[in-house]
């Protein structure tokens, strides 16, 4: 099957947002449309296999060649740090990953005057990394969910999270501080596959690049 080209895909929302980019272009598959718990589907007519995943599974698969391809937000790829070719930004998903405080210390906090902090965070590498070349010593508190509650019952005083319209945080009495990203979704690719398949490959990115590049100028 060294003729196919494999997907790897998050489950959810992006999943579907790919789907509906990679329609315009001709990428579809029917069995996809089904209610069903698999987590691998098949284009057989035109060699196209998608497999759904764990959105910080998908640098894996695609890494190591399981998958040709992948749509991961560029959140997941700086944590992760990964090897893989980046061509496309998608345009879906966005978001900012903020540093965020309970809004009680907003008053008297200067961010230019932190030397040494708690963080709680599901992203300590790239939290880590944006203290550093801060000069800010940083104790991270890695967690998986519900981050905005580590202030709340004291194991933090502030976060770096994910945010779209800022509610959460705004019900957790919560304001955004720094932003260090802003995030979408983007299109990776296994170095291998691109030299393995440049022909197929390469016009996915082309024609991806192409839309996009439309959608942005028409919403503009």
């Not at 959140?75 to 992760?80: W, Y």
Request: with cysteine.
């Amino acid at each position: 099957m060294s003729d196919w080209i494999t997907f790897a895909l998050p489950k959810g929302r992006i999943l579907e947002d790919s789907m509906d980019l990679f329609g315009k272009i001709g990428i579809t598959c029917t069995e996809m449309k089904e209610k069903s718990r698999k987590l691998v589907f098949e284009n057989s007519e035109h060699k196209f296999r998608f497999m759904a995943v764990r959105a910080t599974d998908v640098p894996t698969y695609v890494e190591y060649g399981c998958a040709d391809l992948g749509v991961v937000g560029k959140d997941t790829l700086l944590e992760q740090g990964k090897d893989l070719y980046e061509p496309v930004d998608m345009k879906f998903g966005y978001c900012r990953l903020v540093v965020a405080e309970p809004k009680n210390l907003q008053g008297d906090d200067n961010p230019l005057n932190w030397s040494n902090i708690r963080v709680a965070t599901k992203y300590p590498n790239i939290t880590e990394r944006y203290f550093a070349e801060k000069g800010v010593q940083v104790e991270l508190i890695k967690l998986y969910g519900s981050i905005e509650l580590a202030p709340l019952v004291g194991l933090s005083e502030r976060i770096v999270d994910l945010v779209s319209t800022g509610g959460t945080l705004k019900a957790n009495g919560m304001v955004e501080v720094e932003t260090i990203a802003e995030i979408t979704s983007r299109l990776i690719v296994n170095r291998a596959s691109l030299k393995t398949k440049h022909q197929r490959i390469g016009k996915i990115i082309a024609d991806l690049e192409k839309v996009v590049g439309d959608e942005v100028r028409i919403s503009q």
